[in-house]
């Protein structure tokens, strides 16, 4: 597990968290990441779905994608995934903040040409996505497989950073009338909503009715 | 309103929307972004806070930010924000997808340092995260703000990207047997926890009882 000098949190370093397992845990929770590269000098960074599996990071999206063509040559690329879980209401303007947990990666991707391993990074790409899904939907035909471009990263070079609990004020502010404390905050799933297309007489699944954010799985 | 060739959305152009509205309601509602910029070659993605103000973005933070040191040399830099709305359960994996809301803002930013427009960001920030906060909290001291970076960006580069409604599957897959519909996702306030240090005396302001994420303004 690499903590290279350019992914040690450099600012408030007791926010940073480096355990492979912490990195891990905040990768498979999020949903999504952001991708960053640069194309002719220009830094982008797109969102878009993500999945774990062991050290590797999988992205997948069209084969006409701007953002895969670039990360397939092999350029620098950073990926990053936040989960936001709080607003910290300081006393002070100046110690207000968000309690959150991020990971950067850093890193160069591959292209998955590999039939099993593009297979597999799809299956679980949905799987990530939507637990109990992959065998309950009409999987990839070879033309949708073509159409499709999987990339993957080396986790080696990653950092974690978290910060949790409430308001840290300077001594002096406690004395101060202002309330302090934390607001929650998380992603929520609500009420599954049916295709209008759908007919009736096909019922919610039960991966569906009891889905729940915050339990992906890599 | 800038709609450039680097910012126009290539793939899928119908999910690409130019307006300023829609643009300014997605940074509007959005808690958190993603900065990319390069440092020795390599890209970075940060999430932090953001507010605009107009047609500018504003950013903030330490000092001794890496992210900070960068953006205010006038680099290149990409701003990001992203608002999860679902997850788009279609028939097959390949029609898989999410419902969300995204800006893209590409630019470089310039340092604050007239001293009046660098107050004016770090209220409208605190408002920005917590409408009601800044006449109800300890405001910066003068080595506060010596310690604290601002930079803007103007939002003259910009695009929105929208996916939104229920699945879109092939013709043939209608007649699957499969359940598909939208699992809707949002960012959900919970309820206030007063800091542990917090006197029993003091009651939870109003604008924190009725704190709902997603009614950020500007």
Chains 1, 2 share one sequence.
């Not at 065998?135 to 950092?159: G, K």
């Amino acid at each position: 597990m690499g903590q290279s000098s350019r992914t040690t949190v450099r600012r408030l370093p007791e926010r940073g968290v480096y355990g492979r397992e912490s990195i891990n845990a905040i990768l498979d929770e999020a949903l999504i990441c952001h991708v960053g590269f640069v194309d002719g000098g220009q830094p982008f960074v797109i969102p878009t779905i993500h999945v774990r599996l062991g050290d590797q990071l999988y992205l997948h999206g069209s084969r006409a994608s701007r953002m895969l063509k670039c990360l397939s040559t092999g350029i620098p690329a950073c990926v990053t995934v936040t989960l936001l879980d709080g607003i910290v209401v300081a006393r002070s303007a100046f110690h207000s903040s968000m309690n959150y947990r991020s990971v950067v990666v850093l890193g160069a991707a591959r292209e998955v040409t590999d039939a099993t391993e593009k297979w597999t990074a799809l299956e679980r790409l949905v799987e990530h996505v939507i637990p109990g899904r992959w065998s309950d939907l009409r999987q990839p035909t070879e033309n949708e497989m073509n159409a499709t471009t999987v990339v993957a990263m080396a986790i080696s070079e990653a950092s974690a950073k978290v910060r949790a609990g409430p308001p840290k004020d300077d001594e002096d502010d406690y004395a101060l009338s202002f309330w302090a404390g934390l607001i929650p905050v998380s992603l929520k799933s609500g009420q599954p909503q049916p295709d209008p297309k759908l007919p009736a007489t096909i019922p919610v699944p039960n991966y569906v009715r009891e889905y729940r954010c915050g339990q992906q799985g890599p």
